[in-house]
C-alpha cells in the first residue's frame, strides 16, 4: 500500500503539465494549477514547517479562505509528515470573541502545534491562544520558504506508513469542533479506490466541478482530496462566491464541461429558486453525468425542481444522483448507481411513525416518499439495528451500523468519543446486510472483524438499497451545515432574562428552502409582550453571532410552556411537537 | 422618493428575509456588517432591488463595502436610475 506523498511524487514525475486544480474566484481571470505548480507550492509550505521544527505527526491548523494558499498548505502539511486540518474562516456573521471561543476549544482537545493564517488574521489566531497551551508556531503566509525543484528524499511525508493519520476532519460548532475525525492514509486511500469505482471515475474524460468549502467532508473528499490525488482535473469556486451568484457552478460546468458535482439538498432549491434565466445564456449542461446529493437528507422534490429549472439547458434526469456519506468513513458509504435515477419507495406514513416500519401504500392513507441513497460502496458492509443492538428485519427502520476498511482511527485525543461510536456486534445470522466486504481479521486497517461504526442515523434496508430516515443523534442540518441543538441552546440560555437551562432548540424542515430551519424555544422571566419580543430579539443577535447560525423562529414563553424532560433528546421532540401544533393551529 | 424607498426596502427585509414583519429596521443600522442579513439571504435582497426599482446589482457587490444599511443601499438605487 502506498501513501499520499508517494502518489503526488508520482505525479509530479508523470504529469507535471497535467491541469490539476482550476481556482476560481469573481472577478478574476481562473487560475489552473498543474501537478508541478501544485507540488512545487506545497514544497515551499513542507520546507516552511521544516524550518519551523515542526515534527510529523503535529497537527497543523490551516485558517485560510478559498484560494492558493490553502491548497499549498495543506499540501505541505501531508508531504512534510504533518497532520493538516482545515478550520473555517472567520465571516461576518460570527463575532470574533466566539470564533476565538471556538478555536481555544478546539486547540484544547486537538493540541496543535501550528496555525497558519494570513498576516491580517494573526492577531485574531493570538487571541485565542493561552500559556501553556500546545501552539507553539503561528505562521504566516508571507513567510513562506522560496520556491525549488523539490527534493523528495528529504521531505519527512515520505517516512509515513500507511497506518499512520493523514489528516483530520472537524465539524463545526463547539460540540463538533472538540471531535477530530482522524484518518489514515490507509483509509483514505481505501475510499478512493472504492469510490472510484463506484462513480467509474475516470482521469481522462471527468472534471469535477465544486463551490463547497474544505472544512467539510463533501468539499474536502469529494472536491478536494480524490481528484488531486486521482488526477481528475478541479474546477474550484469560493463557497462566498457561489452563494452570491449560484449560476456560476451552472456557468462553469458549461465553460469546463464539468462531469460531477456534489451538492447538500438545499443546494438544488437554492439553484432552482435563485438563478435567472439571464445567467443561463448559452449554458450547456450536457456534460454533467452526476449531480450528487449528499449530505443532508434528500428530497425528491428538491430533485425535481431543480431538474425543471435546468433541463432546459441540457440537463439529463440521469444526473440527480444520491450518496450517504460521513467524514468517519472519510466519505461515501453508499451511491446510487449512476446509470438510472435513484429508487423511489413511497411508504405508509402511519404505521413508518407509529410502528417504525416501512410498508407499502394503503389506498387513500397519506404516504411518505424515501429515496434511495443507493448501495454500499464495493468495501463497505452495512446492517440496521435496534437499541440493545439487535439486527433488526428487511424494512425495519432502526439505527445504520457500518463496517470498512476505511473507517476512522480514532476520535483524535478522545478515547472517550471513539468507545462511544465503535461497538462490537455478534456476527449476523440470516439477516439482511448490505455488502460483502470481509473485514481484516489480521489487523491490518484499523477496525477488527467485529468493530461497527454506529452512525447515530436512523434508516431501513430494502432490495439492497439503504434509505435513510432521520437522526438518532441530536442534530440539526442547516445548509448542509451540522449544528448541535445543544450548542444553540447553550447561547440562547447566556441571554439576559432567559432562565438558564429552560432553552430548547431543533430543526423543522422548510420545503421551500430544502433545508432544516432553526427554531429556538426560550423561557423568560417577563410576560410582557414587548419586553418577551425584546429577549426574543436578543436570542436570535446573541445566537447568530455566536454560532453563524440564522434563526427562522424564536419563540420566548412562560414558564409553564416548555415540556421539561431528563433528555435533552426527548424535550426537543417533545416540544417540536408542541411547537408545530401550535403553528399548524393559529 | 428616498423615504419610500427606504420603507420598500426595510419591509421585504423584515417579512420576507427576516421573517419578522413587526420588526422595524433603522435606516443606519448595519445590516451586512452586522450579520442582520444571511450571506444566503443577499440575493434576494439583489433580486427584489432589480425587480422592485430597476437597477441591477452585482453579485461581487453584495458585500459590506458597497452598502451596509439602508440609507446607503437607497443612494445606491437613486445614483443608478
Partial sequence: MTTLPNLLQQSYRE???????????????DKPLTYRDLIRGANRYALTYAREGIQPG?????????????????????????????????????????????????ISITKPTTIVT????????????????????????????????PNFESLQGFKSTP???????????????????????????????????????????????????LYHDMGFIACFIMPILLRIPLVKMSPFDWVRAPYRLLQSV????????????????????????????????????????????????????????????????????TCYAMAE?????????????????????????TKRLATPPKPGQPTIKMTSSGRPLPNVKIRVVDESLNDLPERAVGEIAVQSDCMLTEYFNRPDATEAAIKNLP???????????????????????????LTGDYGYIS?????????????????????????????????????????????????????????????????????????????RKHVTKSSAIALRHVKVVDDKWIIKTSSGKTARSANKEKFLKELGAS | MSTETINALAKFIAEKILKQPNKVIAADEALISSGLIDSFSLMDLALFVEDTFGVRIEDTELNADTFDNLDQLAALISSRK
Fill in chain 1, 15 to 29: 504529469v507535471p503539465d497535467k491541469t490539476s486544480v482550476i481556482l476560481q474566484h469573481a472577478g478574476q481571470p
Fill in chain 1, 58 to 106: 503535529e497537527v497543523v491548523i490551516l485558517i485560510l479562505q478559498h484560494g492558493e494558499d490553502l491548497v499549498y498548505s495543506f499540501w505541505g502539511a501531508i508531504l512534510h509528515g504533518a497532520i493538516p486540518s482545515i478550520m473555517p474562516f472567520l465571516t461576518e456573521k460570527l463575532a470574533p470573541e466566539k470564533y476565538r471561543a471556538d478555536l481555544a476549544s478546539l
Fill in chain 1, 118 to 149: 494570513y498576516p491580517e488574521f494573526e492577531a485574531e489566531v493570538r487571541g485565542a491562544l493561552v500559556a501553556g497551551d500546545s501552539v507553539r508556531h503561528v505562521i504566516l503566509t508571507d513567510q513562506i520558504e522560496a520556491e525549488t525543484e
Fill in chain 1, 163 to 213: 497506518e499512520d493519520i493523514v489528516v483530520l476532519q472537524h465539524s463545526s460548532g463547539t460540540t463538533g469542533l472538540q471531535k477530530g475525525v482522524a484518518l489514515s492514509h490507509r483509509a483514505v486511500l481505501n475510499q478512493m479506490d472504492a469510490y472510484g469505482k463506484a462513480i467509474r471515475l475516470g482521469p481522462a474524460s471527468d472534471v469535477i466541478v465544486s463551490w463547497l468549502p
Fill in chain 1, 254 to 321: 458549461s465553460q469546463y464541461k464539468g462531469t460531477l458535482t456534489w451538492l447538500p439538498n438545499f443546494a438544488y432549491n437554492f439553484c432552482a429558486h435563485k438563478i435567472r434565466g439571464r445567467n443561463l445564456e448559452g449554458v450547456d449542461l450536457s456534460s454533467w453525468r452526476a449531480v450528487i446529493n449528499c449530505s443532508e437528507p434528500v428530497h425528491v422534490e428538491s430533485h425535481d425542481l431543480f431538474y425543471e429549472k435546468f433541463s432546459a439547458y441540457g440537463l439529463r434526469k440521469s444526473a440527480l444522483q
Fill in chain 1, 329 to 353: 468513513n472519510v466519505f461515501a458509504v453508499t451511491q446510487s448507481p449512476l446509470d438510472g435515477i435513484p429508487v423511489l419507495d413511497e411508504i405508509d406514513r402511519e404505521t413508518f411513525m
Fill in chain 1, 427 to 453: 456476527a449476523q445470522g440470516g439477516v439482511p446486510m448490505l455488502g460483502t466486504f470481509p473485514a481484516a481479521e489480521d489487523g491490518s486497517g484499523s477496525v477488527s472483524a467485529n468493530s461497527w461504526y
Fill in chain 1, 463 to 539: 432490495n439492497g438499497e439503504l434509505y435513510v430516515s432521520g437522526r438518532k443523534k441530536d442534530l440539526i442540518i442547516v445548509g448542509g451545515k451540522n449544528v448541535y441543538p445543544q450548542d444553540l441552546e447553550a447561547l440562547a440560555s447566556e441571554v439576559p432574562g432567559v432562565h438558564k437551562g429552560r432553552t430548547v432548540a431543533f430543526g423543522m424542515y422548510d420545503e421551500e428552502e430544502g433545508t432544516e430551519e432553526v427554531v429556538i424555544i426560550a423561557e423568560a422571566d417577563s410576560t410582557d409582550p414587548s419586553k418577551m419580543e425584546a429577549i426574543a430579539d436578543a436570542i
